[in-house]
């Protein structure tokens, strides 16, 4: 919770971030304060803060986390089979992408409990750090993950995931001996997620690349959403390929010409705990996912 704190900045954020209560997020930290004997945090009224003392033991948090995952981590590693909970987190497209794939491979070890929960973009690797969960599916458009990463975290390559044109069946681009002209379609109604989603930022990159007056998305809250309205003729859009995994939802997929709008998979984990048997064979599943899931894509 110290840790947590010294991220968050306050007790309502720390319990929000953990799920606690703020009363019980400030009992246990004045029961770690009675512990080590320290004023950790110097509280007021409306707010409270680190004090020297507590900026001191939360700088050594992490590292006693990380001794105490490693130990349990060297101990449980004896063990000739994957036994315990072990909680990942991904992007919705993955989760439903991965998750028939994993449900098949993890089910071969009766000892193992497996929890698959989806978060938004930029949560996966802070709830790796926290210890609320120990794999993250993240997915990067940068190119520059493992460049940022924290430390303590190892970054694991799954898959490139490129941007790909869907269209209705009935459209004249539906047909995969038609080259697929930008121009073309600058008159067409563009769908997209909302401002601010990776995907998002993906088609605004796409479009700027359309020619002439540049077209303005119509904006749905989902992707599975958008690909329900273009299977009903109602517009078109550009998604990420993994978004087709669960099928083709009665439209037509087009590879894009510009192969650098792609993303990147990664799973990310604590460096102490991929020795965990446990963690070590849910990896080895994800990564079996990653490259057994095909996109039902006509040009795939």
């Not at 130990?71 to 497209?93: H, I, K, Y």
């Not at 990776?198 to 599975?224: I, K, M, N, T, Y």
């Not at 087709?244 to 650098?260: E, K, M, N, S, T």
Request: hydrophobic content about 45%; cysteine-free; proline content about 8%.
């Amino acid at each position: 919770m110290l840790a947590e704190f010294a991220r968050r900045g306050s007790i309502a954020a720390t319990a929000a971030s953990l799920g606690y209560t703020p009363s019980a997020v400030s009992q246990q930290l004045a029961a770690l304060e009675r512990e080590t004997k320290a004023a950790l945090l110097d509280r007021t009224a409306r707010s409270a803060e680190l004090t020297d003392a507590g900026r001191r033991l939360a700088g050594r948090a992490e590292e006693i986390l990380t001794l105490v995952e490693a130990a349990e981590a060297e101990l449980s590693a004896q063990a000739d089979t994957p036994m315990g909970r072990v909680v990942v987190t991904a992007f919705p497209t993955v989760a439903v992408a991965f998750a028939p794939a994993l449900a098949h491979s993890l089910g071969d070890h009766p000892g193992l409990t497996f929890v698959l929960r989806q978060t938004r973009h930029g949560g996966g690797i802070r709830q790796v750090q926290s210890g609320e969960v120990d794999i993250a599916l993240i997915d990067d458009w940068t190119g520059k993950a493992p460049e940022q990463a924290p430390a303590a975290l190892e970054f694991f390559h799954l898959r490139r995931d490129p941007l790909v044109l869907v269209v209705p069946t009935s459209h004249p681009m539906s047909d995969p001996e038609r080259p697929v002209d930008l121009q073309e379609l600058r008159e067409e109604p563009w769908m997209a997620a909302p401002p601010g989603e990776p995907s998002r930022q993906a088609v605004e990159r796409l479009l700027d690349g359309v020619g002439g007056a540049r077209p303005v998305p119509w904006e749905f809250e989902g992707l599975h959403t958008i690909l329900s309205l273009v299977a009903r003729g109602i517009g078109i859009t550009a998604v990420p390929e993994l978004t087709l995994a669960a099928g083709d939802q009665g439209v037509a997929v087009r590879r894009l010409p510009d192969r650098a709008l792609s993303r990147d998979v990664y799973a990310v984990i604590r460096t102490a705990s991929v020795r965990r048997p446990s963690v070590a064979v849910t990896l080895r599943a994800i990564y079996a996912a990653a490259h057994e899931t095909r996109p039902a894509s006509p040009e795939t």
